[in-house]
């Protein structure tokens, strides 16, 4: 079994192996899950966890970690709502400047977070960890605590429209990927980040700008995050600082189940999609094969581990930490 | 030389400021109260300090608790200010610790409205205060051997809501609205919250009333609006069409459930929930929900730090007054589609004038126990 995992063309697919077997093994257990309907019903929920997934995913792949998610998600997600509502309500006619809106912020938020990172040499994790809280602070503080709703039928197509079984949520998720995805590996910027994950040493010895290339990582980390608002708010209509809740687990679990090497510099968008996807089938699953609550959490953190188990090669790891 | 002393005040407001920045949990409530210090903070010296004690301001319930305490203390003639915020973001440890710094630095000159998150922190909390000759009035969490008559008068009141028998109230719309047959899911809170088991509690309570509804399953969401999303969404591809109506332990997992239907394009599903917050009501005028509880945070809250404040201003004497008006019920009103309107009028839109010192109009009868 180790030989046959160990040889590494084998290993890329063990994410996607484990997907498959998951969505087999519900499948078992209650035929209903292997349906359109609840295929399209997973992936509303999985497409704002991609976009969030994807964005700590480019900065996981420079070796550093960003746990700003949270705040970042809810702070895009209340002035995107404030100024679709302030512009008329919709996107359908001034309100879609929100939308630029809400990306740029991400895109504030995100370089405020790497410039603290690099300029102040504070850890990632340090600087975005306070950083999120931050942001979630601030949601609050624009918002006074209250919901602002979202009920702009041409905004609400994202959820309500559908083409082919599925939401246009979950092709406008796909685009994103493939925009990441082209970001990722067809760019000196998406190269860069494997070459820093890999060796930072070696790519700040061949003259690359290391501390411009994490802000350049963060930024883009923020910007997915603000979409990722943006299909959260799509998705319940309602924008608060609670938006953000959750994204962190969701996110970096995804990444790392997704066969991503949290020591950076392996891994991509692709195995992030396959990341997110396992998380979100256990989490309908066990609503489908009706287990009982009190089990779901407990079995959702094993199910993580045997993932994580099966997708490194722990063989090439010197260590552990 | 008037500027030195000008900047030595305000530096001693700053420091004052930054020991009660983790009161305030929010770096911006801190912000706005240092900003305009003067006036507000030298009004409330006069009287006992007033602080309300309660886990976050993300959830309108808690925003209508604190709303209801402004509320009294402009009462008072004092700023929304003069009102102390401790946040324990539902950390009874962090609920402890905020109460003992505000009792060190004011003493015996404090009025604490508080709940105590979870109820074995209510002991320490009250033993705290009553220790520091403080005034104290808690809601919702108080194990049953705990009672304010036992601790003088520095204990005040307690409320709590009983919501079994509202929670029942609900069912029976939904039931009714249902055609008395069919299926029914329960979304739950956290499952050792009190509130939770007493809804679900009231759910069984009415099933037994209807047999031919058919309970499908219950499952806890957490009173959170994506949780309750995602697991609706799993409760349709489990039960498909059978489902015929949804009963919610609360409005923010109405709201997720809500969501998860029209994305199916289901929009008549009958749905009813729990807590009366604004968005909910308007959702019932439109019968998108059929039936919510309204328990009247706001006068919770202005009540609640009313009692502690007369108490300790020596405006009435706690240990005289009967059992019922130290441990009793809270409010709750049943909010259906036929009078939404008119209550959305009464208590949404505006809040009524409340008389802040008629401490029990509005309460239920004393706390039974069993």
């Given amino acids: ?321 | 030389m008037s500027f030195i002393k000008t900047y030595i005040e305000r530096q001693t407001l700053n420091r004052r400021t930054m020991l009660l920045m983790s009161a305030y949990g929010l770096f911006g409530a801190a912000a706005t109260a240092g900003l305009r210090p003067g006036p507000a903070r030298a009004a409330a010296s006069n009287g006992p300090r007033i602080a309300w004690s309660y886990r976050d301001r993300t959830n309108p319930y808690w925003n209508a608790i604190v709303s209801g305490g402004n509320a009294f203390v402009q009462s008072l003639g004092l700023p929304q200010s003069a009102l102390i915020n401790l946040i324990n973001e539902g950390s009874s440890e962090k609920s402890l610790s905020d109460i003992q710094s505000l009792l060190a630095r004011y003493g015996s000159g404090v009025a604490l409205a508080v709940d105590p998150n979870d109820m074995p922190n209510c002991r320490p909390v009250v033993e705290a205060v009553s220790k520091a000759g403080a005034y104290v009035s808690t809601i919702w969490n108080k194990t049953d051997d705990l009672h304010p008559w036992d601790f003088g008068d520095h204990y005040v009141s307690h409320m709590t809501w009983s919501d079994v028998g509202p929670s029942e109230q609900t069912a029976r719309v939904l039931f009714d609205a249902m055609g008395g047959k069919g299926g029914v899911v329960h979304l739950g809170g956290i499952a050792s919250n009190n509130p939770a088991i007493e809804r679900l509690a009231g759910f069984r309570n009415a099933l037994k009333a209807y047999p031919n509804i058919q309970l499908l399953a219950v499952q806890a969401a957490d009173w959170d609006t994506q949780k309750a999303n995602q697991v609706m969404s799993g409760f349709l591809t489990r039960y498909g069409d059978s489902i015929k109506g949804v009963h919610c332990a609360s409005d923010t997992m109405a709201y997720g459930v809500i969501e998860a239907l029209r994305a199916e394009g289901i929009e008549d599903m009958p749905v009813v929930s729990y807590d009366g917050n604004p968005q909910a009501v308007e959702l019932v005028t439109k019968g998108k929900i059929l039936a919510t509880v309204f328990t009247n945070p706001y006068w919770a809250g202005g009540i609640t730090a009313s009692l502690a404040y007369y108490a300790a201003s020596g405006a009435f004497k706690p240990s005289a007054e009967p059992h019922e008006h130290r441990e009793f019920y809270g409010p709750t009103t049943l909010v259906t589609t036929k009078d939404a309107q008119d209550f959305k009028a009464r208590y949404i839109d505006t809040n009524p004038q409340y008389d802040w010192k008629n401490f029990w109009a509005l309460a239920r009868g004393q706390i039974r126990y069993g």
């Avoid at chain 1, 997907?19 to 509303?44: E, K």
């Avoid at chain 1, 609050?140 to 083409?163: C, N, W, Y």
């Avoid at chain 1, 700008?209 to 979409?227: D, S």
């Fill in chain 1, 1 to 321: 079994m180790n030989r046959f995992l160990a040889t590494d063309a084998l290993r890329k697919w063990v994410p996607l192996l484990v997907l498959v077997g998951l969505c087999l093994f519900f499948t078992a257990l209650n035929p209903n899950f292997l349906s359109l309907r609840n295929f399209a019903r997973i992936a509303i929920s999985s497409s704002p966890a991609l976009m969030v997934a994807i964005g700590v995913t480019f900065v996981i792949l420079m070796g550093s970690i960003d746990l700003s998610m949270e705040g970042t998600v809810a702070v895009c997600a209340v002035v995107f709502a404030l100024i679709l509502n302030a512009l008329g309500g919709t996107i359908a006619g001034r309100g879609w400047v929100a939308l630029p809106a809400a990306l740029l912020v991400g895109a504030a938020l995100g370089a405020i977070n790497g410039i603290v990172h690099v300029k102040l040499r504070i850890p990632s994790f340090m600087a975005s960890l306070s950083l999120g809280f931050v942001g979630i602070g601030l949601s609050l503080l624009i918002t006074g605590g209250d919901r602002i709703l979202i009920d702009d039928p041409p905004f609400r197509s994202l959820l309500t429209v559908r083409v082919e079984g599925f939401p246009l949520m979950a092709y406008a998720a796909l685009a994103c990927l493939l925009v990441a995805w082209f970001i990722q590996d067809h760019t000196t910027v998406g190269r860069n980040f494997y070459a820093v994950g890999g060796g930072e040493d070696l790519a700040r010895a061949s003259g690359l700008n290391v501390g411009r290339l994490r802000i350049i990582g963060f930024v883009l980390a923020g910007v997915f995050y603000a979409l990722g608002a943006i299909f959260a708010v799509a998705r319940l209509g309602i924008a608060e600082t609670e938006t953000g809740r959750n994204f962190m687990f969701m996110s970096i679990t995804s990444v790392v189940v997704g066969g991503t090497a949290l020591r950076g510099g392996e891994g991509g968008v692709w195995n992030t999609l396959v990341g997110v996807l396992i998380v979100n089938v256990i989490g309908n699953g066990m609503v489908v094969i009706g287990l009982a609550d009190y089990f779901q959490d407990g079995v959702l953190g094993l199910l993580v581990i045997a993932a994580v188990y099966l997708s490194t090669d722990r063989r090439s790891l010197s260590f552990v930490k």
